[in-house]
């Protein structure tokens, strides 16, 4: 039976003994041949509270299914918001988070639209610890990627008519994920979507809400069969301005200047785009949060989108109906190279820690 099978079938109540001594498949994982997928991992972290309750710390326990009744919020109606984020071992060879400070407030924000019971800060980043702690043999060695940290805040109870569930159920899983370019960023080529749109005003699109993906998984897909990498969505309302590429955000660069879309309910507040933003603005560039029509930032001399997989990927064309527009020969603008390389010297403590983002994992 393969690992991942059995180890879904366990019982789930917490096993002190493996939780100590994991289950140390982790000593044959080939490091090198890390992607972005599902390797599972030994420990989950869950805590579940009635609405009427405040938040409890929980518990760690063996990686594995959770029993869910059919008639849960989020199986019915996608009450649930997701988080993503990374651990990983520095130059100094220590395991650190990245601002998860961030992610919980982006989750408390989340919880509020979707009226669910908001987690604690507190509670969050010490189950981010906790978890990366019971699995620390699974985080790669220094340059061979990360531990990627999956936080999960769900409506759990039953409830039969469109309303809030009784209960709620915040979990975290983690997976070891390689480096997301290997040997160089490569530049990619983006379609601009002409019959979709990821978000509209007033709706879900400014928070991490599970039903905001799978409609994107379509263009995205057809994208990809036509040889992009990704989609670009427009706003709905005028169809003109960059909104995002994919679930990553999108920024432009013309005569030293940054532009990116701004934030106003439509565009998810990525932690990378506001790392991006102040670190620019550290290294002495204008940024400009605004309305980025689809035209000028064909014509600018730079882009590039951001999230925590990729931190920076370069964009090497953007193609809107026949139009297709190309940034410099290929190759990532100096610029985008200059933020890659200030924002990942931060993160892999080789570049002093100006900001205090960094999150060292605390000693066992
Ligand atoms: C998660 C996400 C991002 C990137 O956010 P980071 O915090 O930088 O990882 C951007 N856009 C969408 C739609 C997302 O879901």
Request: charged share 20%; glycine share 10%.
């Amino acid at each position: 039976m393969p690992d991942h099978q059995r180890r879904a079938s366990q019982p789930l109540k917490a096993n002190p003994t493996s939780l100590a001594s994991g289950n140390n498949m982790s000593e044959s994982v080939d490091w090198d041949s890390l992607t972005f997928s599902l390797t599972p991992t030994d420990t989950m972290y869950i805590t579940t509270i009635r609405a009427d309750e405040p938040w409890m710390p929980g518990q760690l326990q063996p990686y594995g299914d959770i029993p869910m009744s059919p008639a849960a919020g989020v199986l019915n109606y996608g009450q649930g918001l997701f988080e993503g984020m990374k651990a990983y071992t520095t130059s100094k060879g220590r395991i650190v988070c990245f601002r998860p400070e961030e992610n919980a407030r982006r989750m408390q924000r989340g919880a509020d639209r979707l009226k669910m019971p908001p987690v604690p800060e507190s509670i969050f980043v010490d189950a981010v610890e906790q978890v990366v702690n019971a699995n620390r043999h699974w985080v790669p060695p220094t340059g061979k990627g990360a531990l990627y940290i999956r936080p999960l805040l769900m409506g759990s109870g039953p409830v039969l008519g469109v309303a809030p569930a009784p209960s709620y159920t915040f979990l975290i899983y983690v997976t070891p994920v390689g480096p997301y370019f290997k040997g160089g960023m490569t530049a990619i080529d983006l379609l601009i979507s002409d019959h979709h749109h990821r978000a509209a005003p007033g709706g879900s699109g400014g928070v991490k809400a599970i039903g905001n993906y799978a409609p994107g998984m379509k263009p995205s897909k057809e994208a990809k069969a036509l040889g992009f990498a990704e989609v670009i969505y427009l706003d709905a309302e005028t169809h003109t301005c960059i909104e995002e590429v994919g679930a990553a955000n999108f920024f432009c660069i013309k005569d030293g200047t940054l532009y990116t879309p701004e934030l106003t309910g439509t565009i998810l507040p990525g932690i990378t785009r506001d790392s991006i933003i102040q670190m620019a603005r550290h290294l002495g560039h204008d940024v400009v949060e605004g309305k980025v029509e689809a035209t000028f930032a064909m014509e600018a001399d730079e882009a590039f989108c951001c999230g925590t997989a990729a931190v920076i990927s370069p964009i090497g064309s953007i193609t809107l109906g026949e139009t297709k527009s190309t940034y410099g020969d290929g190759q990532p603008g100096p610029i985008t190279t200059k933020l890659y390389d200030a924002l990942t010297g931060v993160q892999n403590e080789t570049a002093e820690d100006t900001f205090g983002w960094i999150h060292p994992l605390p000693s066992l």
